[in-house]
């Protein structure tokens, strides 16, 4: 296996106020377990706020985890003895596997290896290339600082990569703003092959180009995929980008992993909840069907939605896909104010006690019963109301307890959500 | 071939500078009196007798006619207590003025230019520590230290460099840090490091020459106000004797006489201030010319 | 048929140190009343160029060289800038040009944010961080057609109990706006039907809940200063005279703007904003990207103008933001008869909203033609290598399009697509095609294709 991560956590410190004095942090990435095998095109594919932007950062070692491990260039066999040891919790054999396939390890030597055989591609063609230098000495740095070859043989191979990336020759000795983004971003891409890598991350490589240029861009991609046999992990958030190149394809939710699978059966078969809102969404005659207008925005990353991170957008949310008792309260609240006044008294008041139960005062049983029925189709944090009985303090409404769904297998990939879990 | 190219595209980019520098009529003035001013102290310095100057660290003082005389034919800016001649007394004293200005700028943008790019990579505890000690050398008021330091080491131009230097340096360690900061978010710096480029390499290779340009501007704009702070502490008594040539003790000279030869206080106060206005102006056709947006 | 725009042979030039870009090259295009015309095109290609040339946003460096801009058949846009252009051989003036476009702004006062408005690509910095949304959606309405906000809370204050149930029960028996106008003009109770429609309109809230909003809004008291100022600008006037002293001037303004918030309200709940009562009184910052850019569109509907130019407005958002960005568009399209133009440079989200598509290159537009055409039979050699271009979702091949885009300082001598062009001939390299109609709406500006 290239890359193998185990249990990804990234937290980001948040500065500034919080309630209580209590240290905020925004949950960028939580529990990724990522594969890619050798010559592997693998896709993620996310908004804005799914994390995929921080996991890629951390596969190529430029951000540390909070927890959670990477490995790099790790044999099968060992991967499997080291789940294998997680599981028995054979924490001394884990540890020595972890110092000796880590992406992290502190072997200056083992280091330059991996620095030589990864690399990555930003987004932005503008930024990502040293407006001081020429191009030569920006392609020539991965080489010269890895000692992968000498002074000589280095510019050699400079040329040879500006060949192979469609640049003229003459390129070598102009600077960066006399280049299109297109011619840019080849360079980029040049840099990044320049020590002939097994793994290599790109960062939402044709976002910042146009649509003739990405064409071009990403023919080059296919075709030193195909030379060279490149690791390949491929971030952004246009799908048809990825139907094009990929062949695993991850969709990433606030910072987890939702569905993973073949791109023939992600892509064009979605069966996740927000993957197939998000590949309704995309513009374009290609896609089929009615198009699945999610409501609301991506989630709050410093205070997740409980359970299930989706479940609050989600049309098909059940009760146990973690509604918590605030979110059934304060769409109790609009029901009864604002719905249906004419059902409940003035004073009708929705509240939660002391144990997490809902309880709302001043009102009849049978009315709330009516309106839950009534209205558990469209309002889903109804469909959470395990039991609704007459008590002392008013109407008690007992909530489902809530599971976080984990990567269930099903149809040829593994999806989390709890439709298929296992019952 | 790329030899040739290389030096033709370096030209193309030089002359568009140039001319953007030179299409802002203001910073092209300020340039010529800057120029005058550099010229003047370079041949007082290498060939006073070309000018007609016999004595370029002293003022030729007439003890027999001390009360100052207005301008005329022998004397162009008239003379001032005692008997001094002002014009001649100006222009060697521009050479000392430029020379004390120019220590103290370059020791101060040295000194705090280092501390300010080494503190914003290593970061963490000791960047806290070194913007806390910044924040102590601010609170200093200059002429307070130059004071203690004259009380100290003595009374003299060097010492007054030494001193306000010590008081200079923090500003810019916060400029070049802040800069060296915003010059880190840039992607290429990751793309050095995901390369293998080690962390010192990555400070002088990608992050010094992108962040120091506009403290370039930043020096060039001190050079005024260091000159009339120097001024001000010369105009006080800052100085080893009662002949030096310096524009802040010249002032300092015609002050008993102001009412009846205001020309004695006017002249080098003049020089002072032109200087600080010219490189003023300099400075911003130098931000013309670093600035991306304002070149086009 | 009513064209709302007419674009001719507009020409625009921009002059910088490095030379002199030639960004609009001839565009023609006509605009028809309530339809979304799409601009797609390259980095490059002049979309926004000509977006900003409609509004007069132009930079003082840019010179309208020839051609004019039409709007509602009579007002011609670029007047003044192209008054002040250099004639051949002469050489650019900057000084005249900025008083052209100073005369501009005079003069275009009355169109821009009434009859024309424009939806920028990020909404983060469409926005005024330190004014709360209310504010600045009422800051336009105010500014530009503050006379029916008057009307409306003086309609307030006449309006009866009994008016408004009969109202409601008009609605109820399922009267249109056209008849609930009739009746308040008839009981002289100007200013009420576009409360009471808005409430009506409003899917969140339950009928009972409606109608007990609507009862509601009767008998409002108004202070004597109020009644002034509703008064004066309610007949017309501006708030002028007295009212002009600094301290009056502002608490007059406040009295308008109260009204204004509850507008903005309602704008925002015909927007699908969730909570609108508690967005007008939050700042940009506390809002997503695709909230943010629904208060964009609300500013730019708010005097229900003519035109409404979009230049990239999806781009900075997600693609599920997006999606209902899109699906809103298509909404207001049937609500409104207003006309969009869309600018973009992704086809695919041009062909969810748009009727007619124009396609740009080198500054000028190369193909109309309505949006199932675009794909299904593209004419121009440039179309058809788009949208092969184009990745889709099935991972279909694609294909880019070699060579660049042309330097804007010299476009090339004859079509400006030829040194790319599979199809060139002779006549493409030496003479500029003029816009053929192929087939019904379908146009295109190319030799081989148009003859």
Known sequence: MLIATRQLVKHFPIKGESAFGKSLTLKAVEGVNLQVREGEVVGIVGESGSGKTTLGRMLLGLLKPTAGQIFFDIPDEVLQQYDACIANKDLGKAAE?????????????????????????????????DPRLNILDIIMEPIVATGYLRSKEAVQRCMELLDEVGLPGDFAYRYPHELSGGQRQRVALARGIATLPKFLVLDEPTSALDVSVQAQVLALLRKIREKYNIGMVLITHNIAVISYMADQVNVMY???????????????????????????????????????????????????????????????????????????????????????????????????????????????????????????????????????SETNEGVKLKLSPCIVPEMYPQDNRLVACLHYAPL | ??????????????????????????????????????????????APQ???????????????????????????????????????????????????????????????????????????????????????????????????????????LLNMSIALAIVWWPLYARYTRSQ????????????AKASGVSRLKIMYKHILPNALPPVFIQISLDLGSIMVIFSTLAFIGFIENASIPELGYLSSLGLNYIQTAPWTVIFPGVAITLFALAVNLVGDGLRDVMDPRRRS | MSYTLQVSDLNVQFYTRRGIYKALNGVDLSLKQGEIFGVAGESGCGKTTLGLTIMGLLPKNAAVTQGEVLLAGNRDLTACLRNAAPSEGEKFNIKQSEEAIKKLNRESC????????????????????????????????????PRPLAERKIARTKVTHDDLGQII?????????????????????????????????????????????????????????????????????????????????????????????????????????????????????????????????AIALANNPELVILDEPTSALDVTVQAQILELTRHLKHRFNTSFIFIS???????????????????????????????????????????????????NEIQGIGGTVPDMRNVPIGCSFNPRCPDATEKCRSAKPSMVEVEEGHFVACFPKGD
Request: charged share 20%.
């Open chain 3, 110 to 145: 009355d169109i821009r944010g009434t009859k024309i408005s424009m939806v920028f690509q990020d909404p983060m910095t469409s926005l005024n961080p330190v004014l709360q949304i209310g504010f600045q959606i009422a800051e336009t309405i105010i500014a530009h057609q």
């Open chain 1, 97 to 129: 596997i972890e110092k000796q396939y880590s992406i992290f390890s502190k072997n200056r030597g083992r280091q330059r290896e991996i620095r030589k055989k990864t690399n990555i591609v930003f987004q932005d063609p503008y930024s990502s290339l």
């Open chain 2, 1 to 46: 071939m790329s030899e040739a190219e290389l030096k033709t595209r370096k030209w193309e980019n030089t002359r568009l500078s140039l001319s953007v520098f030179f299409a802002n009529k203001a910073a092209v003035i300020g340039l010529i009196i800057v120029m005058a001013y550099v010229v003047d102290a370079l041949l007082v310095q290498f």
């Open chain 3, 345 to 395: 440079h992704d086809l695919s989200v041009l062909s969810e909203v748009c009727d007619r598509i124009g396609i740009m290159y080198a500054g000028r537009i190369v193909e109309i033609a309505p949006i199932d055409a675009v794909f299904s039979r593209p004419l121009h050699p440039y179309t058809r290598m788009l949208t092969k271009a184009i990745p889709t979702i099935d991972g």
């Open chain 2, 180 to 191: 060296t900061l915003s010059t880190k978010e840039f992607t290429f710096v990751e793309a």
């Open chain 2, 50 to 156: 070309a000018i007609g100057i016999h004595s370029p660290g002293t003022l030729v003082e007439n003890f027999y006619n001390t009360v100052p005389s207005p301008p005329s034919l022998a004397h162009p800016f008239g003379t001032t207590y005692p008997g001094v001649d002002l014009f001649t007394s100006m222009v060697k004293a521009v050479r000392i003025d430029l020379f004390y200005s120019v220590l103290v700028v370059a020791i101060g943008a040295a000194v705090g230019s280092i501390v300010g790019v080494v503190s914003a990579n290593v970061g963490g505890l000791m960047d806290e520590i070194v913007m806390r000690i910044t924040d102590v050398f601010f609170s200093i008021p200059y002429l307070i230290l130059a004071l203690a330091v004259g009380f100290i080491l003595g009374r003299s």
């Open chain 1, 254 to 388: 606030a910072g987890k992993i939702v569905e993973i699978g073949q791109k023939k059966d992600v892509i064009l078969k979605p069966i996740h909840p927000y993957n197939i809102a998000l590949i309704s969404a995309v513009p374009g005659k290609a896609v089929k069907g009615t198009k699945i207008i999610l409501k609301g925005d991506t989630p709050n990353l410093v205070d997740p939605p409980g359970g299930c991170s989706f479940h609050p957008r989600c049309p098909v949310s059940f009760n146990r896909c973690g509604w918590s008792a605030s979110e059934v309260v304060s769409d109790l609240k609009y029901l009864i104010e604002d719905k249906y006044p004419d059902r409940f008294k003035e004073g009708t008041n929705v509240s939660i006690n002391m144990s997490g139960d809902v309880i709302i005062t001043n009102a009849d049983l049978i009315s709330v019963k009516e309106l839950i029925s009534l209205e558990k189709k469209w309002t889903k944090s109804l469909a959470a109301i395990d039991d609704v």
């Open chain 3, 169 to 297: 029960k008009l609605l109820k028996e399922g009267a249109d706006e056209q008849a609930i106008n009739k009746y308040a003009e008839s009981k002289n109770l100007h200013g009420i039907e576009d409360q009471v429609l808005s409430v009506w309109r409003r899917n969140d809230l339950g009928e009972t809940k409606k109608e007990k909003i609507i009862l509601s809004l009767h008998s409002e008291k108004l202070g004597s200063f109020e009644k002034l100022v509703l008064e004066r600008v309610g007949s017309g006037k501006n708030i002028g005279g007295w009212m002009r002293i600094p301290g009056i001037n502002r608490a007059a303004k406040n009295v308008l703007l109260k009204e204004g918030y509850i507008k903005a309200t309602e704008l925002l709940s015909m927007l699908e904003v969730p909570n609108p009562d508690k967005v007008v009184r939050m700042y940009p910052h506390e809002l997503s990207g695709g909230m943010r850019q629904r208060i964009v569109i």
